[in-house]
């Protein structure tokens, strides 16, 4: 049986990939982050809960995609990615995450759902206008 990476694996194959591909004078790496907004924050300990309290307070929001890709393209404000593990029977969408998306997509942007690294490397090709070429 294939082992199927997990999100976070896929997404930091996505981050690798975009510190080595340019786009203009900068790399796409350069203009792509990571929204740290996963993860479970369970009130287990004391300080595992104060932790999570914390990050409410600077805006945590459950539901926000996993990467933005913060260049305006084709009538785009930018592109934002939400990773799921490649085998599409591992992952779920969130309602939280959908809510997300539609508001976003509602003001501008293009929101994606990328199953696995690839998926994620494809659509920010596509997004540039560029030919994606896969391993």
Known sequence: MKVC???TVEQQRVVAWADHQKIGNDTIGQFLFAIPNGG???KTTAKFSQEAYRMKREGVRAGVPDLMFAVPKQGY???FIEMKRAVKSMS???DEQKVWHE???RIGY???IAYGAD???Q???EYLGYEYASK
Request: hydrophobic content about 45%; overall charge positive.
């Open 5 to 7: 990476p997990l999100e």
């Open 119 to 121: 998926e994620a490397i």
């Open 40 to 42: 479970s924050r369970r």
């Open 123 to 125: 659509s920010i090709c």
């Open 103 to 105: 508001r976003l997509a």
């Open 77 to 79: 404000a930018g592109l």
């Open 92 to 94: 779920h969408v969130s």
């Open 110 to 112: 293009k929101v994606v």
